[in-house]
């Protein structure tokens, strides 16, 4: 058993390794084996790993990645996440994965998935139509012919034969890492204090480029240490961060949020991780039904996903309730359309129903938090001084 520093240390080291080591050294390890990189928000990681592929997400470079190259592929009005993934794939960082899933996101994703077919990227480009039907007969078999698409590219690298007990196992597999980590967010409910929002992303984050059951053993240990009554109670309010689904804030902006006097108890921080709500039926004749199923029945709230009969700022609503939250924060990346053109959605909304929220924007490479800090600050104090009146501040920070 390790100590939780040397666990919090060793996801840390994986989460930001732009090299990909960890998994282009399982993929050395055993010949047939296959690396499928894929986009947030979400993709059924089940299916690579029934078809023994790695899946490994792909964030951008961050703060940690000049953009040189990829600013000539974009203009300058969209988010940054595209450039930075084009300037790692330029400098040779995706060289071991042998294909790209691109799910619907948003048009530049759908574009970035197009560049990668012009530059020869991979030896297979899938853009990944998400339903918007959510009917078993119309959204659920659609989503399945999607996932059968993917399972074909895969298998025709790895020489696999994806069966339903292969899938049943990797559905169980990935059933036991969404629990830990609810119980990693349940305990941040709770007892926030225990282990920081900063710690927590490593913790998920590492589980994207590694092996579902090295990240498992990972969990498991992080899960014992913070039963545990550790940690000092500070005087924090308890927010919900929304909106940064895609394209990820730096890890200072992360921590700027909690210094200003924030616990942040949910967030859409690499949704990809926690799409599905519950287990997933791992003992199905027709587990790839039952993968479309769980999408279609259990998925969190997306701004790239349109649920006519089941409004997103409800979902979101219930969210701030169950974790016992203070108040939202809506954070978009720059130049985000889902996120940005959901925003007064979600704050007229909220406006009626007293919620409070402050709303801000931000660039993955971005590194003076200072007034977004103040702002935060601000709506901390806000809440602890005027409980019973609701609040709402509102700041652009491009």
């Not at 967030?267 to 791992?282: F, K």
Request: charged share 25%.
């Amino acid at each position: 058993m390790k100590k939780l520093s040397e666990l919090i240390n060793e996801c840390k080291e994986l989460a930001f390794d732009l090299s990909y080591t960890r998994a282009k050294q399982w993929k050395e390890e055993k010949p047939g084996r296959a690396i499928v990189g894929y986009m947030p928000i979400y993709f059924p990681r089940e299916i690579a790993h029934a078809a023994g592929a790695l899946p490994v997400a792909i964030f951008g470079g961050g703060d940690r990645k000049q953009i040189i190259k990829g600013d000539a592929y974009y203009q300058s009005y969209i988010c940054h996440i595209p450039r930075s993934i084009i300037e790692l794939a330029l400098d040779g960082h995706f060289k071991s994965f042998d294909g790209f899933v691109f799910p619907s996101i948003c048009d530049v994703i759908r574009n970035l998935s197009g560049i990668f077919r012009q530059l020869n990227i991979g030896s297979f480009i899938k853009y990944l139509d998400f339903p918007q039907n959510f009917s078993k007969d119309i959204g659920g078999v659609f989503y399945k012919q999607e996932m059968e698409h993917i399972i074909h590219y895969l298998t025709s690298i790895t020489k696999k034969e994806v069966t339903a007990e292969a899938l049943n196992h990797s559905i169980d597999l990935y059933n036991k890492n969404r629990e830990m980590i609810d119980f990693i967010y349940k305990i941040r409910q709770d007892f926030p204090w225990r282990l920081n929002m900063e710690d927590v992303y490593y913790i998920v984050r590492a589980g994207t480029v590694i092996p579902v059951e090295e990240h498992n053993k990972l969990l498991e240990q992080v899960c014992y240490h913070i039963k545990e009554n550790i940690g000092t109670p500070q005087d924090k309010v308890k927010v919900v961060v929304s909106g940064a689904f895609c394209e990820q804030p730096a890890v200072g902006l992360i921590k700027a949020i909690e210094e200003a006097g924030c616990y942040v108890v949910d967030d859409d921080y690499q949704l990809g991780s926690r799409m599905i709500i519950g287990n997933i039926d791992a003992q199905s004749s027709d587990p790839l039904m039952a993968l479309s199923m769980g999408f279609i029945k259990q998925s969190q709230y997306s701004s790239s996903i349109y649920d006519v009969s089941n409004p997103k700022e409800y979902r979101l609503a219930k969210i701030v309730k169950d974790r016992g939250a203070d108040g939202v924060i809506f954070a978009s990346a720059s130049f985000c359309d889902p996120s940005l053109l959901d925003a007064p959605i979600f704050q007229n909304a909220f406006n009626k129903m007293g919620i409070r929220y402050i709303a801000f924007q931000y660039s993955e490479n971005i590194n003076q938090y200072k007034v977004i800090k103040e702002q935060v600050g601000a709506f901390s104090d806000s809440i602890k001084l005027w409980e019973d009146e609701p609040a709402t501040v509102q700041v652009t920070n491009k």
